[in-house]
């Protein structure tokens, strides 16, 4: 039994421990979106867009209301909005109502203890994938950045 919760909780320091960084593969994984259901991060994906305050939420989200409805999937993106910062009641009344008004899915991160996604303080992390292998990480503050980079 002791081994069991050892390995457990090894595992989870492997899976969660550590930030992903250049070079690092980034294996498939499942995270439920906005509306509960399981969305994936596949060996197609070449961006992985992430959030972690309301700032780079609106940041982003008012970015994407002006493309178009499939502008993430044309880019093999991902939005992934970690909302860990949030009490749970500011979730449900503010947070998720505002992503399900969102024409695009946006996979949810609950896990505080997650720490795969880097950050940086009110700005957006964006993943650029080849192959399933981390290319470069970029930390993005402005509407003008998020043009040039897409």
């Known amino acids: 039994m ?27 994984f499942s ?21 972690f305050d309301n700032k780079s939420i609106d940041l982003i989200t008012k970015y994407l209301a002006k493309k178009t409805p499939d502008f993430l999937t044309s880019h093999h993106a991902v939005f992934v909005a970690n909302i860990t910062h949030n009490p749970s009641v500011e979730t449900r009344i503010f947070t998720l109502p505002k992503l399900r008004d969102c024409k695009y899915s946006v996979m949810l991160l609950h896990d505080e203890k997650n720490l795969r ?29 998020l043009e040039e980079f897409f």
């Open 2 to 28: 002791m081994k069991k919760f050892i390995l457990s909780i090894l595992f989870s320091t492997l899976l969660f421990g550590s930030n992903l960084k250049i070079d690092d593969k980034i294996d498939t």
């Open 31 to 51: 995270l439920t979106n906005q509306f509960d259901k399981m969305e994936t991060i596949t060996a197609d994906t070449t961006t992985i867009i992430v959030t």
């Open 117 to 145: 996604f880097a950050k940086q303080a009110e700005k957006i992390t964006i993943y650029k994938i080849n192959n399933g292998i981390v290319n470069s990480i970029s930390y993005i503050d402005s509407e003008q950045k």
